[in-house]
């Protein structure tokens, strides 16, 4: 991906959104180094899922300037992403095996010893038809579908949605033993932040669209004295 030489994955500047009358994003200034896990954090409507969409190529911008991997994205982008939507598009009369190899049919990047890897990891039965899958079982599936291909970025919105606490921090370590460090950003939206807490290497906090904190994880630890958890608190009260 990278064509020029740069520190950093994604920087973003002015990135502003509006749908109609709501302005979503409004204002974003940000660079994301590349190597890192990023926790996108924020309540409900503070434009997580829509700055998400915007990196994924999904939906432009209003205004502003992006560059991913020192480059304007263009639709060659979009193969060395991998995005994990809120919302699933996938087929409940299919198995899970079967969803998997109808998904690597898409990506010459797919790595199907990982995916069998994290079939097991994630305590999934490929047999199983996906319709009979439970909220939490389709989380996993997606997840395993976004974290099988080889690819520098990876964006996962609310990856953890329906998946039990006790499982969500054992799916966290398997996305932690897989990432590929100093290969691979993660730009990761999530309620979970207690949990998701030992992993993240950078955080963001937005609030109503424009960037609240933007810290290191142990930067913003260290000059708020609290765990992550207790800055949210803090930042939204
Ligand atoms: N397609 C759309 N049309 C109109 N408004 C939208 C659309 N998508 C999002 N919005 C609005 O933009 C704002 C940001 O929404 P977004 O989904 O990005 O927030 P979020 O932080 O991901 O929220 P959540 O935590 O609930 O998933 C909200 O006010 C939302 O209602």
Known sequence: MSTEVTENM???????KRYLLKA???GIDLQIKKGSIVGLLGPNGSGKSTLLKILAGL???TSGAIRIAGRAPDASHKKQIAYLPEIDHLYGWMTVDETLRFIAGFYDDWQA?????LL?????DGRQKVRNLSKGMRARLKL???LSRNVPLVLLDEPFSGIDPS???KIIRSIVSEFQTGEQTIILSTHSVSESEPMFDEVIFL???SVKLFDTADNLRSSYGCSLENIWEKVYA
């Open 207 to 209: 609030h109503h669209g």
């Open 10 to 16: 994604i920087e973003l500047s002015g990135v502003q």
């Open 144 to 146: 395993i579908a976004a």
């Open 120 to 124: 097991m990891t994630m305590d999934l």
């Open 113 to 117: 010893d990982k995916a069998a890897e």
């Open 59 to 61: 939906i432009h911008p």
């Open 167 to 169: 499982s969500r921090a």
């Open 24 to 26: 979503a994003l409004t």
